[in-house]
């Protein structure tokens, strides 16, 4: 069986090894599930590799993975990144609504949902 690493570290199995890409993407998978961590990439031989992609053979197989709570901080850390943008349109929209006609507002409308859209 190829060599197997998981953050860096050497994987050994007990008992049955996986025969195929997939088996092994999901034994690992499983395994990382139950310690709140998820897949993040795994390398086939230095080749970017997906579950779904056809199944290969390797000698050197690489994961990376991270904390649930490290995805929900990357995924927060964007939506707050956006939401700044998104705060500073607002306040310039509604200063526009405030001094200009309605209609003249109205027209903005399309690019204000636009700017919306990504936090949608």
């Known amino acids: 069986m190829a060599e197997v690493f998981l953050d860096g570290e050497k994987v050994d199995f007990e008992g049955t090894e ?3 890409a997939n088996e092994l993407w999901n034994l690992v998978e499983s ?3 139950q310690q709140g961590r998820v897949l993040t990439q795994l390398t086939l ?3 970017a590799w997906r579950l779904g992609d056809a199944d290969c053979a390797f000698a ?3 994961f990376s ?3 649930q709570g490290q ?3 990357a995924l927060l850390a964007s939506v707050l990144e956006k939401a700044d943008a998104v705060g500073a349109y607002l306040e310039a929209f509604s200063g526009a609504c405030l001094a200009r006609p309605w209609r003249e507002t109205q027209k903005a ?3 204000l949902l636009e700017v919306l859209k990504p936090s949608l």
């Open 71 to 73: 995805q929900v901080e």
């Open 65 to 67: 993975s991270e904390s």
């Open 109 to 111: 409308a399309p690019d």
């Open 45 to 47: 031989d230095g080749e």
């Open 60 to 62: 050197k197989a690489e």
């Open 18 to 20: 996986p025969s195929s």
């Open 31 to 33: 395994f990382l599930g």
